[in-house]
DNA sequence: CGTCGGATTAGGGTTTTCCCTAATGTCCCG
DNA sequence: CGGGACATTAGGGAAAACCCTAATCCGACG
């Protein structure tokens, strides 16, 4: 796993440095880019991290580049800092999901804080995402059958009324009912219900 | 159940009068408020509705009152319309959950259909409210004794473990899981948790 | 003092689940 | 064509859960 990493894109040379400076003499690895483009050329999946976004660029301005990373399913925490920003566009932002929007000149202390910030919320939900993941690749090896029997008892069929609908025998159900159980690693149907309403939350796919 | 209702707090006159025309004439309940004081010895809880608010107003501000609000649970959505508003209270409202934050003058339009999508929320919100609530008064009928047990059949432990933790025959184990499941008004251990979950998230107290 | 709700235990029977072994047929891949 | 994954069925026994009735004890309430 790569390290966490705050992504600062401003076409400002000096807030780039700036950034440098401040993240990096904190101990928070950093990497600064120009422009939208040079940023997606070097942004690779489930990278670690948080997002410094610019709002007036070259190119895709931010709120662009915020809306196409989350339609790309990317969702690093992000965090605007803009010096010509005004009210529709923070509105914008945030209900987009930005953690916050900061002017220029902006407090150094204050910025730091909400970088940290914004890495804990990463972490944070990675957490969270691989514990979905490790669920949905155990519910993705389950084979279809498997998977009809899954969903009968998670509604509280019974074996001879799952037996039934599918117009197999209870002893198949057991089977399937056995295998599955021993598949998503659960010892009990209670269990077995959690593990699942996790897994249909987390609607990523597994590898 | 009363009627969903815009409650609009604006200190100046004619923005109330604006309000009161804009909505009534498309059929939605309007009641308006000089000052938050006023508007919170009328706000009743569990009221239907949204709320639009102003930011600057003598006494307690547009966000004072918003935090005050959210305190004392109250989640009607909230929606901003203000005069003189910055990008720092902007963010700060949004960031506090309201639904947006629109500048005067504003288009009539907007702001209609912004209301009607606060209207919209409240009504989802509601209604997920209510069945939460349906499940947390079953819940609260419970007897300690039964809660104790319903953990434990949860946690997927059997009647024997039960009885062993509990320090208390099989047979009893067997008496309270019938009475809590009666109660709960399930069939299942499948279909107890997934109502035991539910009940968890929304955590109010049931009259 | 009688009554009622809550907690406790018991017996006895049915149903369901769980676990083991074992076998058959199909389909696909190397 | 052999092997492997998948689906199917079966028998049999142990364990657990479910359902019914019945009884005792205790504290609270009118």
Redesign the interface.
């Known amino acids: 796993m790569r390290k966490p990493t705050v992504f600062v894109v401003d076409d400002d040379e000096s807030t780039r440095e700036l950034f440098r400076w401040l993240l990096s003499t904190n101990g928070i690895a950093v990497e600064t880019f120009c422009c939208a483009q040079d940023f997606l050329l070097a942004y690779r999946a489930n990278q670690p991290g948080c997002i410094v976004l610019d709002l007036r660029m070259p190119g895709m301005s931010g709120l662009e580049l915020q809306q196409h990373l989350t339609r790309r399913g990317v969702d690093n925490p992000i965090l605007f800092v803009t010096g010509e920003?005004?009210?529709?566009q923070?509105?914008a932002a945030?209900?987009a999901g930005a953690v916050?929007?900061i002017?220029k000149p902006f407090d150094y202390r204050q910025v730091l804080a909400l970088v940290r910030e914004c890495l804990a919320r990463d972490a944070e939900q990675r957490r969270r995402l691989d514990e979905r993941q490790g669920v949905a690749s155990r519910l993705a090896s389950l084979t279809p059958r498997e998977r009809e029997v899954l969903e009968r008892?998670?509604?509280?069929?019974l074996n001879r009324e799952i037996a039934e609908e599918l117009a197999i025998s209870i002893k198949t159900v057991e089977v399937h009912r056995a295998h599955l159980m021993e598949k998503l690693q659960?010892?009990?149907?209670?269990?077995?219900?959690?593990v699942t309403?996790l897994g249909q939350e987390g609607a990523a796919g597994a590898p």
Do not use: C, M, T, Y
């Not at 920003?85 to 529709?88: E, H, K, W």
């Not at 008892?153 to 069929?157: E, M, S």
């Not at 659960?186 to 959690?194: F, P, T």
């Open positions: 920003g005004n009210v529709p923070a509105v945030v209900k916050d929007f002017e008892v998670i509604a509280g069929r659960v010892s009990s149907v209670a269990e077995l219900v959690q309403l």
